[in-house]
């Protein structure tokens, strides 16, 4: 039995003496907090730990060592939730890229055909050579080996290798293309070297050529240099436009158009890509296909061009240069009547097949260097002073605003004296007296000072009505054609010559203007649609390259309906004069050259000064038949003299080319 006062049990038991317990055993027992089962009535007695036993975990570290079990606690769930919520999918694309691969099933690009559906592009199986770099060596030494035998394979400088690696590297499981255009020869053999080499690939896709022209006669000439500025080329995407346009599924293999139609219509032609989930191996090397998806092949596209009508334009044009020993024009033939380009040409030209597949830094620094600029497109891009080309617009201008009539005329002596500065005309002694229509059919410059800036007595249009009308007729304005690269050109007003030259307006800056002298700057696209609106009566439309778009597949065709731009902002009735005096430049004025030609038709000549030690630009705008406009031919030879002399004669030939070509 258990004595609660004492600090020592006693036990009763027939086998131990309590008096035989010595001082040792009696302590150890003591320090003991037991208990004993009572026999009598077999209850527990309860153990006496309070008294005896003393513990290390106070209240307060007791509550640290909680929070530090939470805290521990929050710190792994959070990890857990980032790694298995927030990045799984990366972690998993990570691992299943280690086993799996997505690959994409290039498109067939969209062709190219002229409006009488000729071919003029043409998909043709070529190769290059890619790098994965997640599958490359990741020990140093092994990587620059690889490196090294693929610059020998490739003749291609290492550290370009290392360039491309270093620039695209963020893309680290997709085929970065180290070389394009490789034969199969060289393509073959690498493909065997393969299994040797891993993260190589060869890729098997598509170059684009530029097909040449079979006229009627089987005569064989290249579109190359005719059509290049229209169709443009592609190329391989640059880091800025991939970084751009990956999330929209371009990949750093990927080619874009990067200039003409093949850009402005990249979204159309690209068509969409297939898949192809592969197995892959620990090299990268593909072990087994898992499931495919097939590619959507591009639209085609149906130029408004004539092929034949672009190849003659600038066969014509190109003879016509080499004769004066000129290098740069351009040339455009539009439909009045809706805004459809014919023809557009731009000269010196270049090669587009240069640029399909990769083009060399030889070829680049050939077109690149040439003072002559031949990848600039003049047609729609060169901005020029007009010349008397804007005339027709003026006069209209001066006629919707009843500044004159049909009968007012004035006296041409040889120019306007203000102050100490002399305006000349052109004609020494001047043309006498001059209206409307024969200051269209000579190009008579006191006409024209009149009308815009006044003399004397009689008050003129001043320059903001001038550049009011001229914006009307889109003038500083882009037309909005469907190439890249078009300008807007340029119309001064006093503020703008007060604030960039710190200068007052003069009246003689009106006369300039009133003529296309001066600062005023337009495109040889702007001037082929101020001749479309006055030859169809009064609308502009906004001019257009593509007639329709197809449907590879179903064939089904979406035509692009013509759209307009202004209309009705100069009365039939004053239109009518203005085409009049075009009429009678081409019956007796500095256009009648083209009387010869066995239709009517109208025109005007422009010649542009622009420099003072280098000859004029040279201007010729006209349209066809007259009672019934047809087409419309605007021609720019850039230093070229005297617009009679050089762009007159152009045009000339090609009516009578055209007039043949369109009664066959």
Known sequence: MINDNKNFFEINSPEIDSGSLDGRY???????????????????????????????FTSKKNFYF?????????????????????????????????????????????????RNNIQLTKNIPNF???????????????????????????????????????????????????????????????????????????????????????????????TANSFAHVLGYIGKLNKPELDELYKSGYLPSDSIGKTGIEKS??????????????????????????????????????LAIDANIQNNLE???????????????????????????LALVSLPSFDNNDFSGGITNTNYKKYTEDINNPLFNRAIGGTYPSGSTIKPAIAAAALQEKIINQSTSFLSTGGLQI???????????????????????????????????????FVGLGVSKITDYLRKFNFATKLGIDLPGEQAGFLPSKEWKETTKKE???????????????????????????????ANGGTIYKPQIVKSIVDPITKE????????????????????????????????GSCRRLALLPFTTAGKTGTAQWSSNKENHAWFTSFAPFDNPEIVITIMVEEGGEGSSISVPIAHEFYRWWWKYTKQ
């Open 315 to 341: 066969k014509i044009i190109q003879q016509n240069l080499d004769v004066a020993k000129k290098q740069r024009a351009s040339g455009i033939v539009m439909n009045p009547n809706t805004g459809e380009i």
């Open 504 to 534: 007052r307006w003069y009246v003689g800056d009106t006369y300039n203007l009133s003529i296309g002298q001066g600062d005023t700057l337009v495109t040889p696209l702007q001037i082929a649609e101020m001749t479309a609106t006055i």
């Open 557 to 588: 065709e979406q035509t692009i309906s013509p759209e307009i731009i202004n209309k009705n902002f100069i009365d039939e009735k004053n239109i009518s004069i203005v085409r009049l005096g075009m009429r009678d430049c081409v019956i007796y």
């Open 419 to 457: 102050g100490t500065w002399f305006f000349p005309d052109w004609q020494a002694g001047g043309h006498g007296v001059t209206d409307v229509r024969k200051s269209l059919a000579w190009s008579v410059n006191t006409f024209y000072y009149y009308i815009a800036g006044g003399y004397n007595d």
């Open 66 to 114: 909680f929070i530090f079990l939470i805290l521990s606690f929050s710190l792994i769930t959070t990890r857990l939730i980032y790694l298995q919520i927030i990045k799984a999918d990366t972690y998993k694309l990570s691992a299943e890229n280690n086993r799996e691969r997505i690959i994409p099933i290039v498109a067939e690009r969209g062709l190219i055909y002229d």
């Open 26 to 56: 009696r302590k150890s027992w003591t320090e003991e907090s037991l208990y004993f089962e009572n026999k009598t009535d077999k209850q527990v007695s309860t153990p006496q730990i309070g008294r005896y036993t003393n513990t290390s």
């Open 128 to 222: 290059s050579l890619a790098l994965v770099p997640q599958d490359l060596p990741k020990e140093k030494t092994q990587k620059n080996d690889l490196i090294d035998k693929l610059s020998k394979l490739l003749d291609v400088d290492k550290n370009e290798i290392n360039k491309i690696l270093d620039e695209y590297g963020s893309y680290s499981y997709e085929s970065i293309i180290i070389k394009e255009d490789i034969d199969y020869e060289k393509a073959l053999s690498i493909l065997i070297e393969s299994n040797e080499l891993p993260g190589i690939q060869i890729q098997r896709s598509s170059k684009r050529l530029y097909l040449p022209l079979v006229e009627k006669d089987n005569s064989v000439t290249t």
């Open 265 to 302: 219509y990249e979204n159309f032609m690209r068509g969409t890509y297939g898949k192809k989930r592969i197995e892959v191996n620990a090299t990268g090397k593909e072990q087994s296909i898992i499931a495919e998806e097939p590619p959507k092949p591009g639209f085609h596209i149906k």
